[in-house]
């Protein structure tokens, strides 16, 4: 296999292609039908050395393209809600409008498709471009015509950003990936929804730019991206199985969210020398991932055929395959692309496109017709440029650059044995593309016909779909990814950086799973605590240490019981200290089902534990922490806090304690490191009267929420270096914007939800609340307080999804009252890059400017200003593309 990064290609913010040319984020690369160029998309910009031609009707950062089947049209969908659709123009050469730039060839815009409400992320040609299918962040699919390109239907039942959508080869179905963490499988007969994919997803991050998936090219199975394992902490790409839509296969291994999954366009034939079957055929996909590695899988192998680490510097974007089925291009957000070269001989078993042809006919699903009067013309109108006849012998040197490219040959994993990168000498025919790098496969071969067996109607049942043998496949027992092939394009050629566990059972060298290591406390069986007591062990101290114990108090400590345990969440794991009075031991252990994992023994007695999905603590009568792995590993050193806890609490990766002294600590453990310095809250106690401390938590994000008995929830913000109001029940007595009681289930509640849901204020409550007189000012005042104070906790929790709600429901408030003084200056604290990080969708939307300028611009009063900063927001981006 060949690799190379050519360095020419590239979207830049100024006319010229030299060193100091800062590259734009490519976001999407697709390879023509005839292999003869490709295409990228990214944001306006200068063109490369060897650009045939720039398209610049967008207004917007561009998103995504894809050619059409028969290579005469480019769909491309922007960030301005719009796709477009490109057709050849022999004659539009020339001189690009408006610039010094100049096109070798001439595409013009065919046609302008608007329907989509907000970014266009993802576009799909159908087979035999009778359709072409659009996706994009206002949850809507909309279906266009192949040849009308008039839209046929708009399908809205996604509740999140789509960012993903393929085409099954026959067209029968259709398939859309969403931020709402569900497939959905569309019939195209009817364009109702057949099925909808959500186990893979549930846990799944929304950190992901794209949702990219696709269809493999015998039908049978989707691979999806963005799903994950184990409570959402080992990332993978879900396999969906045709007919039963299910996923209960995985591939294991990237370090980071899958972005994308691309099937290679041929099928593979597992013998050769056999019939075309069902049961003969199988597959070759690749990721991309945002731990900027390729995997490329064949499905008739449990590991990947290869792995490519660190080939860019920031997360890939998109893949493509060659027509050939030998090229893969790969493109990132660090504005580069990458292209792997394969062999025939590399991919085994690679079958020519009439193989597939027949294969699929025997289905017997047809698409709709093209409308009358209607055709798409001849394919391949392209006529590609000639290929090398031979390429140079392979000799192994130190490192090579041709044109500014580093250029690698390197051979794809068979075997056990570790294979070394070698490289190329100086040339530029070793530099891949499309059209002249990879050959197709051999015609000379003979091909057995397709069995008489095959069904001659209806796709295969799902046993008749073999992905490799089960007991193989890395389904949800996380068999881990092969690690043996990194790559460094701009260093010393890949130095491992580890691989990532994906479960404890480990393959063994000859596939099968390798013998289980011994564990501590193996092979005992967990007994029945007994009937839980509190002891008085461990209070015998001398009289002098437990008076100055309990002269620094503020909080009282919590009971010496001798039995307890902390479940994880969602698992049949749990942690469970027994203090045992009779022998002064107190033995912590790890238990799965009935099985003890781990066990070990303290020198004081511990008064409370946590287990999260990340660690395991407890918390001993002599204040100190210990902090275990799953695996029973001390992951920090003992921490002494100086008194006994009297709260602890942990969430993901992140411990809170609270002594009795009236100390706040919170650590990140997984950085191991304290998320802020030690802060009291006995000042929180003193601002009120015989209050005291309910509840100590900690957020998924890291950030403390104390209760006080007087109704207020506060958090402390290592940035301000002082504790501030979270919410407080004096909202729910008198904002009009208070959602006391949830209507969704606690499952999927919002952090910020679910705290003032604690306070047990609902609307009842409200409706006791005594009617006095009221100044005239009161209710907006307190609302617009409300919803300001929530908005500056919602962002210290980073609960994004609530504070898009939250600043809606604001804007609508200042609309509404006519506010026009607090509106401009909300406009331009939204306008700066204040809460946004591009690629990040943990981060509120990129798009919540626009929709709060949309708010004003509805409203009766603040109209002028809305339409005049609508403007100003669409010039600005104007000038950053």
């Not at 040319?21 to 200068?46: C, M, Q």
């Not at 570790?418 to 002249?436: N, V, W």
């Amino acid at each position: 296999m060949h690799f190379t990064k050519p360095a020419w290609v590239m979207h830049s913010n100024t006319s010229n292609s030299d060193a100091n040319a800062k590259r734009l984020s490519i976001f999407s690369v697709h390879v023509h039908p005839d292999g003869s160029r490709i295409a990228t998309a990214s944001e306006a910009s200068g063109r490369p050395p060897k650009s045939l031609c720039t398209l610049t009707m967008h207004t917007g950062p561009v998103l995504v393209v894809r050619w059409a089947h028969n290579g005469r049209w480019l769909a491309s969908g922007s960030d301005d809600e719009i796709v477009m659709v490109w057709d050849l123009d022999p004659h539009a050469k020339g001189r690009v409008w408006g610039s010094d730039e100049v096109n070798v060839e001439g595409w013009k815009p065919l046609k302008r498709l608007p329907g989509h409400e907000s970014d266009v992320t993802d576009v799909a040609w159908s087979p035999e471009d009778r359709y072409l299918a659009s996706v994009g962040l206002d949850s809507k699919v909309i279906i266009w015509d192949g040849y009308t390109l008039e839209c046929v239907r708009k399908l809205d039942q996604h509740n999140g950003f789509v960012k993903g959508v393929c085409w099954d080869p026959v067209g029968e179905f259709l398939a859309t990936q969403s931020d709402d963490k569900t497939v959905k499988i569309w019939r195209t007969t009817d364009w109702q929804l057949e099925a909808e994919v959500t186990k893979p997803f549930e846990d799944s991050p929304g950190s992901t730019f794209f949702r990219r998936l696709s269809w493999s090219p015998d039908g049978a199975h989707i691979t999806a991206s963005n799903a994950t394992n184990n409570k959402g902490f080992v990332f993978i790409a879900a396999v969906i199985t045709r007919n039963t839509w299910t996923s209960d296969i995985s591939l294991v291994g990237h370090e980071n969210t899958v972005e994308v999954a691309a099937y290679n366009p041929h099928i593979f034939l597992r013998n050769p020398a056999v019939p075309v079957t069902t049961s003969n055929i199988c597959s070759v996909v690749a990721l991309g991932a945002d731990d900027r590695s390729v995997s490329v899988w064949q499905t008739k192998s449990a590991r990947p055929l290869i792995v490519a680490k660190e080939v860019f510097d920031r997360h890939i974007m998109d893949l493509s395959w060659s027509w050939d089925g030998l090229t893969l291009y790969a493109a990132s957000s660090d504005g580069t692309i990458a292209a792997f070269a394969f062999t025939a001989e590399e991919l085994e078993g690679i079958a020519p496109h009439s193989v597939q042809e027949q294969y699929l006919s025997k289905f017997g699903f047809s698409l709709p017709p093209a409308p009358h009067g209607y055709s798409h013309g001849s394919a391949n109108q392209i006529t590609p440029p000639p290929s090398p006849t031979r390429r140079p012998a392979e000799i192994e040197v130190p490192k090579t650059v041709v044109n500014g490219e580093q250029v690698n040959q390197l051979v794809a994993r068979r075997g056990k044995p570790k294979k070394r990168a070698t490289l190329m000498p100086p040339t530029s025919a070793i530099i891949p593309s499309a059209g002249s790098g990879s050959q197709l496969p051999p015609t000379s071969r003979a091909y057995p016909s397709i069995s008489a067996n095959a069904p001659s109607f209806g796709f295969p049942r799902p046993a008749e779909q073999p992905y490799e043998p089960q007991h193989n496949w890395a389904r949800h027992d996380l068999a881990p990814m092969d690690l043996d092939m990194p790559m460094d394009s701009f260093g010393d050629g890949g130095i491992s950086r580890g691989k990532r566990k994906a479960s404890a059972m480990l393959d063994g060298e000859d596939g099968g799973p390798a013998p289980k290591g011994r564990t501590m406390g193996e092979g005992r069986k967990q007994e029945a605590p007994g009937p839980v007591k509190q002891l008085k062990w461990g209070t015998t101290e001398p009289a002098q240490s437990i008076s100055i114990h309990h002269l620094g108090s503020v909080l009282p400590t919590l009971p010496l019981l001798s039995y307890s345990k902390s479940e994880i969440e969602e698992s049949d794991s749990y942690l469970e200290v027994r203090n045992k009075e009779e022998d002064h031991t107190t033995e912590i252990s790890f238990v799965t089902g009935k099985e003890v994992e781990w066990l070990d023994y303290l020198p004081s007695p511990v008064i409370a534990a946590k287990a999260t999905s990340y660690f395991c603590v407890v918390a001993s009568q002599d204040g100190s922490l210990i902090v275990y792995s799953h695996t029973g590993r001390r992951l920090l050193p003992p921490l002494s806090l100086g008194s006994s806890t009297s709260f602890l609490d942990g969430n993901k990766h992140h411990l809170l304690a609270v002594t009795s002294a009236g100390q706040l600590h919170c650590w990140n453990v997984k950085q191991q490191k304290a998320s802020f310095a030690p802060a009291s809250v006995a000042p929180l106690l003193a601002s009120s009267p015989n209050s005291a401390l309910l509840s100590a938590t900690v957020s998924p994000n890291g950030t403390s929420l104390i209760r006080i008995s007087n109704g207020v929830v506060y958090s402390y913000d290592p940035n301000l270096l002082t504790f501030i109001k979270t919410t407080e029940k004096w909202w729910a007595e008198n904002s009009d914007a208070w959602h006391g009681r949830p209507r969704a289930p606690a499952s999927i509640r919002g952090i910020m939800t679910s705290t003032e849901y604690s306070l047990n204020t609902g609307d009842d409550n409200r409706l006791a609340v005594v009617e006095v007189p009221r100044p005239q000012w009161w209710s907006s005042a307190i609302t617009l307080g409300h919803l300001e104070s929530r908005m500056h906790a919602i962002k210290l929790l980073e609960s994004s999804a609530e504070y898009r709600q939250v600043v809606l429901l604001y804007s609508k408030k200042l609309a509404d009252e006519g506010f026009r003084s607090k509106a401009e200056e909300f406009i331009k604290e939204l306008f700066g890059p204040v809460y946004w990080r591009p690629g990040r969708d943990d981060a509120p939307s990129a798009t919540i400017c626009g929709d709060v300028l949309a708010i004003f611009a509805r409203s009766k009063t603040l109209a002028k200003l809305g339409m005049d900063w609508q403007d100003t927001l669409r010039r600005a981006n104007n000038e950053e593309m």
